[in-house]
């Protein structure tokens, strides 16, 4: 279960800021209902200013299927509607979930398969990064965009995870930042992921949160860049 003495980046964002806009779009209900506990006085109550997920279970809409084409179906469905939100609102946070790569993954593991969902996934964040950039063209804002993956896969088949291989614990970042320092280029964990988006919403993190940080940012705070090539 989640440990909400340690806060997520929403109940951060939100207490330092009230004013900060923040959205959730997933292919996961269980990311707003249980991994940031929105709504939940332990978890810093409401943290969402918007949310679109829940989709899973709508299985009229959705039947399920055992080739998980309705997680591709509501990936799709997400990814447009988080592409269109950001157009049309602007949020200062959003976090969006794609789910369809990781049960490909778990089902063909390392293969043509999981080839061609990479290359759909890639597509539907492809939608939500015009979206931003046009943002940026058309109101002078400053986007950033972070994807990344939760976790590895294992060495002998690419279908599993949850164990202690290399493979297993290393994760990729791809970020569109300008400002990216050394730590972006050592391989960093994905719990380097919080500091870095704080620093560029600047964001002050009270001590006390900061000390429970296990990662540092890989951003470089505006006007202090030693961002290395």
Do not use: C
Not at 169 to 175: F, G, H
């Amino acid at each position: 279960a989640p440990d909400y003495r340690y806060w997520d980046i929403f109940r951060i964002a939100k207490q330092q800021n009230a004013s900060i806009r923040t959205a959730l779009f997933s292919s996961w209900e269980d990311n707003r209902t249980k991994l940031i506990g929105e709504g939940l006085p332990e978890a810093g109550g409401q943290k969402l200013n918007y949310y679109f997920d829940g989709f899973e279970n709508d299985e009229e809409r959705f039947p399920h299927d055992e080739s998980r084409q309705f997680i591709r179906e509501i990936d799709a469905l997400v990814s447009d509607e988080a592409a269109s939100y950001i157009s049309r609102e602007g949020p200062d946070l959003s976090r969006v979930y794609l789910e369809f790569t990781d049960d490909i993954g778990h089902m063909f593991g390392d293969g043509d398969e999981l080839n061609s969902g990479v290359t759909l996934m890639d597509a539907n964040v492809g939608k939500i990064w015009q979206a931003a950039m046009q943002r940026q063209v058309l109101y002078e804002e400053d986007w950033l965009i972070l994807v990344t993956t939760d976790h590895g896969r294992d060495t002998d088949t690419g279908k599993n995870h949850g164990g202690q291989s290399e493979r297993e614990r290393t994760i990729w970042i791809a970020s569109n930042s300008e400002r990216l320092n050394r730590n972006f280029y050592n391989m960093p964990g994905i719990v380097v992921v919080l500091p870095s988006l704080l620093t560029h919403l600047e964001v002050a993190v009270p001590a006390e949160i900061r000390d429970q940080l296990d990662g540092e940012t890989f951003i470089d705070r505006a006007g202090n860049s030693t961002a290395t090539d």
